[in-house]
């Protein structure tokens, strides 16, 4: 191989989008951090992925990341509570005379 001509400028553009780590990446991976710290800063996430991943994702990103996060443990919670009624009904069914009593606390 033979270099004929060096140019030293450069004419590529650069890739300003990072497409590892979106904001569903990101849910997935830290959900269990939203878990036991729902109301964590967007800086204390920003520090997290940086540290984890050597990347700043902007706080635009995050904050995806965060709302989607908070909707899945919130959703699940919702998922499961709607079972409760089910599984009582199901309670009536199989042994008739039974009472089920669902109290909520706030």
């Not at 780590?21 to 964590?40: C, G, N, P, V």
Request: proline share 2%; glycine share 4%.
């Amino acid at each position: 191989m033979e270099i004929k001509e060096y140019v030293d400028t450069h004419t590529c553009n650069k890739i300003w989008k990072i497409k590892a780590l979106t904001a569903s990446f990101l849910s997935r991976k830290y959900i269990d951090m939203f878990r036991d710290d729902e109301k964590m800063s967007l800086k204390t996430f920003a520090a997290k992925v940086q540290r984890e991943y050597n990347m700043t994702p902007s706080r635009h990103k995050l904050g995806r990341a965060r709302k989607e996060a908070l909707r899945i443990i919130h959703g699940d919670e919702e998922r499961q509570y709607n079972k409760l009624w089910d599984y009582g009904q199901e309670l009536r069914k199989s042994n008739p005379g039974s009472t089920f009593f669902l109290t909520l606390k706030a």
